[in-house]
């Protein structure tokens, strides 16, 4: 069983900058991790992915200003998000998929989820 907790959200003006961080409770070295957010009324969407070997997938619409990456020594996985726009305004979900290929941009092949963190992004 791995717990994630995320941290890192909160209320920030359009163009701003956040870093997320999702810490796990064990050793994620064989996991593909993801970051995924929810809005109001939509569902859950994929964000950005990150193998075991560090092999990086983004959504199109933060392709350029988000970046994950992850520190297997302290077992943790970040999101830095640049250009932040009004429309990132979501609950962001850090999750773990026990696999050694391509992260998987399907919510429904994760094993693990965290709580999430808001993100509000003013206009």
């Known amino acids: 069983q791995l717990q994630l907790v995320e941290s890192g959200g909160g209320l920030v003006q359009h163009g701003s900058s956040l870093r997320l961080s999702c810490a796990a409770s064990g050793n994620i070295f064989s996991y593909a991790m993801g970051w995924f957010r929810q809005a109001p009324g939509k569902e859950r969407e994929f964000v950005a992915g990150i193998s075991w070997s560090g092999s990086e997938a983004y959504a199109d619409s933060v392709k350029g200003r988000f970046t994950i990456s992850r520190e297997n020594a302290k077992n943790t996985v970040y999101l830095r998000m640049n250009s932040l726009k009004p429309e990132d305004t979501a609950v962001y979900f850090c999750?773990?998929?026990?696999?050694?290929?391509?992260?998987?941009?399907?919510?429904?092949?994760?094993?693990?989820w965290g709580q999430g963190t808001q993100v509000t992004v003013s206009s």
């Open positions: 999750a773990a998929e026990k696999s050694w290929t391509v992260p998987s941009r399907a919510s429904n092949d994760y094993d693990y």
